[in-house]
Each structure stands twice: as structure tokens, then as C-alpha cells.
């Protein structure tokens, strides 16, 4: 077996644990505890996902919204109906997913690692303090 091999087989068994810990910390007493910052990032992203489209759109991103039931909502204006508003619903829900495969991609080195995770406190830094009207907890 070679190193390569080595290392996609501990990757992806990795992965697979990664998976049984996703699936079982919800059944485990306190598990919900242990996910809810994950859950919170994942409402997070997949609402900037709407604000970020709009603004690329032409649009503003007024405010975003976080709610103790995990539930969120971005405000916006200045995108017409129809395809625009089509492309804003629909950042929603592939910005998680693209944001996912740039943090795996990132992570594949200690350097990129560091970089994702400054860019992504930068963001939330950034939108925290002029674009998230409330957090209710």
C-alpha cells in the first residue's frame, strides 16, 4: 500500500466517523449541546448566502436574523422579482454546501486552514457589528 493510499484510507475513514458522530451526538443525552454551535454557523452561512447574493446582484443586505429556534431570516432589498429573486432564494441554500467545500479545501493545508479561519472571523466581525440587527437567544 502506498502513502497516497494511506492517506485517502485514513481520510475517508475519518469521514466515516465524522458521520457516525453527526448522526449519533443527537440521541446521546446533552448532544444537542455539543452540535448547537454547528447548527447556529450552518443558519448563519446559509443566510449570508441570501444577503451576499442580493448584494451581488445589485442589491442591499439590510440586516440578518438569528432566532433561538435556529431559524433565521436576511433582509434585503433592491432585487426585482423573477430570476433575481430566484438566485437569492437559492444562495440560501447551496452557500452552505460551497462554503463546506471551501473549508474542506482550505483545510487541507495548516496554512489555508489558518486563512479560512481568519477570513471567516473577519466576515462575522465585519457583519456582526453593521449588518445583524439582533440575535435573539
Known amino acids: 500500500m502506498t502513502s497516497l493510499d494511506q492517506q485517502q ?6 469521514l466515516v466517523l465524522a458521520g ?3 448522526f449519533f ?10 452540535l448547537w454551535p454547528f447548527v447556529i454557523l ?5 443566510e449570508m448566502g441570501h444577503g451576499l447574493m442580493a448584494i451581488l ?7 440578518l436574523e438569528i432566532y433561538s429556534n435556529a431559524a ?6 433592491g432585487v426585482g422579482g423573477g430570476i433575481p429573486r430566484a438566485l437569492v432564494a437559492a444562495a440560501g441554500l447551496v452557500g ?10 482550505a483545510g487541507r493545508t495548516t496554512k489555508g486552514s489558518s486563512r479560512a479561519f481568519l477570513l471567516l472571523t473577519q466576515v462575522t466581525h465585519r457583519f456582526s457589528k453593521s449588518k445583524v440587527e439582533s440575535l435573539t437567544l
Open 57 to 63: 446582484l445589485g442589491g442591499s443586505f439590510l440586516k
Open 20 to 22: 457516525l458522530v453527526t
Open 9 to 14: 484510507g485514513k481520510a475517508f475513514g475519518l
Open 72 to 77: 433565521g431570516v436576511a433582509w434585503h432589498s
Open 25 to 34: 451526538l443527537p440521541i446521546i443525552p446533552f448532544g444537542n449541546y455539543i
Open 42 to 46: 450552518t443558519t448563519y452561512i446559509h
Open 96 to 105: 452552505p454546501s460551497i462554503a463546506g467545500g471551501l473549508f474542506i479545501l
